[in-house]
């Protein structure tokens, strides 16, 4: 299956259960056949064929470092979050803290919001007021992250760029992804997404949390990391780091 079909499984579902009145709000039944906004569109990728959920997504809390080891990239920088120019057919929006809705197309998203109360348990099964899973316009939530599936083709061959590389620094590689060498004084997307995968694992990057920047508590984050996972403890994300944080075997 192409990249574009997967996309296409995603959405065609999620679009199917919005409109199937069997299915609605409930964070008790949230695996089915009701669902609440992250377990919605775990599920969505998931029966799509990209194992989000058996890679550790089951709330909006740890969706994003599920998401990027299974070909996800964080696409944000590249949408204007205020009116969603930029955005594509299946977009993964994402606020860490609070939700989560599908980008569709045509300025619209499928979410799973609430309940017949407005709420988030106690309601019937299945959607009682055709709202509790619906197709709305877009807004900015906001979101934190925007997440655009690549799939197999996050490497070069692709036409997309390879996540951004300090200046100086080498590229390792994991699976054949390209990607940079990270260190102190790194900063970017790269970045970003490495200090999410770490604080999702438990391990603190100082009260900035992921900003993209790799200062000294990335680095004691990265360190602590490495040293309980059997890797060399040098402060230094490289392609054997890379390929434990995303999930790569070998």
């Not at 709000?25 to 377990?39: L, N």
């Not at 996540?163 to 900063?187: C, F, H, T, W, Y």
């Amino acid at each position: 299956m192409t990249r574009q079909e997967t996309i296409n499984k995603a959405v065609d579902w999620a679009l199917a259960m919005a409109r199937d009145a069997r299915h609605g709000y409930d964070q008790e039944k949230r695996w089915g056949p009701d669902y609440d906004c992250s377990s919605f569109i775990i599920t969505a990728w998931q029966q799509a064929g990209v194992p989000v959920r058996a890679s550790g997504a089951s709330y909006t809390g740890n969706m994003l470092p599920a998401f990027l080891r299974c070909g996800f990239r964080d696409v944000t920088k590249q949408v204007n979050l205020a009116t969603g120019k930029g955005l594509r057919k299946g977009d993964v929006l994402l606020n860490t803290a609070h939700h989560a809705e599908l980008y569709v197309g045509d300025g619209q998203c499928v979410k799973a919001g609430s309940n017949e109360h407005g709420g988030a348990t106690g309601g019937q099964t299945g959607d009682q007021n055709s709202r509790e899973i619906c197709v709305s316009s877009y807004y900015n939530y906001p979101w934190d992250h925007v997440l655009r599936y690549m799939g197999g083709e996050t490497n070069t061959s692709s036409g997309a760029a390879a996540p951004p590389s300090p200046q100086g620094e080498g590229k390792g590689s994991a699976d054949g992804i390209v990607l940079p060498m990270l260190r102190r004084g790194s900063r970017g997307e790269s970045v970003k997404a490495m200090q999410a995968v770490l604080i999702a694992d438990g391990f603190d990057c100082g009260p900035d949390g992921a900003d993209g920047d790799f200062g000294p508590a990335t680095e004691a984050a990265l360190r602590r990391y490495q040293a309980e996972n059997g890797l060399e403890a040098d402060g230094v994300c490289g392609p054997m780091s890379w390929r434990k944080l995303l999930g790569v075997s070998g």
